[in-house]
């Protein structure tokens, strides 16, 4: 089973700031199967970032992803007022556990 | 438009059965996998599970094994998540996902999450 870990638990910066936001793999991960998804208060998670680096369907390009075997980054280039929320990375591996995900990030206004 | 569409919050007692629902619309239901996410609260996300409806072919995680049943309902493009006997640990917000393949498996498709809540 494959655990992600991911830091800081907690980010305090201002608008217009850069977020860098880590997941760390136990092992390998591939590269096509790391996911970021962005979850508000009251609402549903969304996905941001699939396959490590490519943006979902309308999601602004201030949001970036990189990395690749064990440690991967969520970047937010310059942080718009709507964008702090909690951040999960989460991987898609084999059995028995395909799917898991980190602790998340909060990443809130300092 | 791709849409899930769950069923409404429940407040159950300890012991009671459960059975909460996700309607797919938008897409063939048959074509792809859809799952199960649980949110306590406070806390992060955790894959439950999953159903192919076009074989009903299930897995689930090894920490939900046993304790939840994930079923399907391909002529009303509905899929389930079931406790035989609730604990007051089941209080949640449970979320049912669909991946996709072009999206390396990511949950693109997200319900809006019912809240399941187990008390005496």
């Known amino acids: 089973e494959i655990v992600l870990t991911q830091s800081p638990g907690t980010l305090s910066l201002s608008p217009g700031e850069r977020a860098t936001l880590s997941c760390r793999a136990s092992?390998?991960?591939?590269?096509?199967?790391l996911a970021w998804y962005q979850q508000k208060p009251g609402q549903a998670p969304r996905l941001l970032i699939y396959?490590?680096?490519s943006r979902a369907t309308g999601i602004p390009d201030r949001f970036s992803g990189s990395g690749s075997g064990t440690d991967f980054t969520l970047t937010i280039s310059r942080l718009e007022p709507e964008d702090f929320a909690v951040y999960y990375c989460?991987?898609?591996?084999?059995?028995?556990?395909?799917?898991?995900f980190g602790q998340g990030t909060k990443v809130e206004i300092k | 438009e791709v849409q899930l569409v769950q069923s409404g919050a429940e407040v159950k007692k300890p012991g009671e059965s459960l059975k909460i629902s996700c309607k797919g619309s938008?897409?063939?239901?048959?074509?792809?996998?859809i799952g199960w996410v649980r949110q306590m609260p406070g806390k992060g996300l955790e894959w439950m599970g999953i159903?192919?409806?076009?074989?009903?072919?299930?897995r689930y995680s090894p920490s939900f094994q046993g304790q939840v049943t994930i079923s399907a309902d391909k002529s009303i493009s509905t899929a389930y998540l079931q406790w035989s006997s609730l604990k007051a640990s089941d209080t949640a917000m449970y979320y049912c996902?669909?991946?996709?393949?072009?999206?390396?498996?990511?949950?693109?498709?997200w319900g809006q999450g019912t809240l399941v809540t187990v008390s005496s």
């Open positions: 996902v669909s991946p996709r393949s072009d999206t390396a498996m990511a949950f693109d498709y």
């Open positions: 938008g897409y063939s239901f048959t074509s792809y996998w």
């Open positions: 159903i192919y409806p076009g074989d009903s072919d299930t």
């Open positions: 092992q390998s991960v591939s590269s096509s199967y």
């Open positions: 396959g490590a680096s």
């Open positions: 989460q991987q898609y591996g084999s059995s028995p556990l395909p799917w898991t």
